[in-house]
């Protein structure tokens, strides 16, 4: 069975600071792998994916992952956050059944 | 693109009652999924559609529990029977399968079993 950890469950941070969100997953075959982020009174948006290629992806609002294989991890991060960027962000792992695995989420806020 | 929607948004209601919740996907996805949200949690996978055919069913869904999508447009989720632990965030996510199946998600019912 596929699991997802997101070790961070809040993180406060001050504008302009940067930003790194841990999420590591285990899973036995190729993995499909996401962010979805959760602005507060809204749904659940896609921020980036990663499928197959360049291990560094670009999402929207300047954010980025990188996939490592080898420590099966798909760190977000972005050099530097806005007020804007308080919101909920979730990671998540699909297989080959393509439903989503989604971890416990981190609450990110930034104070202005 | 009118996005995923769902309705109702919020439902309220007593132990013992049944309920229904409806999704409307992004118009030319195939797929269809929904999953359960509780208070500081990731969603939980219960079941997908692909067009009118339920692929797959999570343990998470008691016999309580049980899906349609008629003419592999629309879906509903009726619950039989609400329980107190039933109260959650319903969300509905559908997606176009083929190449990367990106699934893109509605707003959610939120149900609340007094």
Redesign the interface.
């Known amino acids: 069975a596929q699991s997802v950890s997101q070790h961070n469950h809040h993180v406060i941070l001050s504008e302009a600071a940067s930003l790194e969100l841990g999420c590591n997953y285990s899973y036995g075959g190729t993995v499909n792998l996401f962010w979805y982020v959760q602005y507060p009174g809204q749904h659940l948006q896609l921020l980036l994916k990663y499928f197959s290629g360049d291990p560094l992806v670009k999402g929207i609002k300047g954010f980025e992952a990188e996939f490592i294989k080898s420590k099966f991890s798909f760190n977000l991060r972005k050099p530097s956050v806005q007020w804007s960027d308080t919101a909920e962000y979730f990671c998540a792992v699909s297989g080959s059944a393509r439903q989503l695995t989604f971890g416990s989420g981190t609450q990110l806020t930034v104070l202005p | 693109d009118t996005g995923v929607s769902q309705n109702p948004r919020h439902k309220i209601t007593k132990r013992g009652q049944n309920v229904t919740f409806r999704c409307d996907p992004i118009s030319e996805h195939n797929?269809l999924?929904w999953?359960r949200q509780t208070l500081?949690?990731?969603?939980?996978?219960l079941t997908?559609f692909q067009n009118e055919a339920q692929l797959?069913k999570?343990r998470l869904l008691s016999d309580r529990f049980s899906a349609e999508r008629p003419k592999g447009s629309f879906s509903t989720l009726e619950i039989q029977r609400t329980e107190q632990g039933d109260s959650a965030m319903y969300?509905c996510?559908s997606s176009l399968?083929e190449g990367?199946?990106?699934?893109?998600?509605?707003?959610?019912t939120r149900l609340t079993v007094l």
Not at chain 2, 40 to 45: D, K, V
Not at chain 2, 100 to 108: A, E, K, N
Request: aromatic fraction near 30%; charged fraction near 15%.
């Open positions: 797929r999924y999953y500081g949690q990731g969603p939980e996978f997908y797959e999570s969300l996510a399968f990367t199946d990106t699934q893109y998600f509605g707003p959610g």
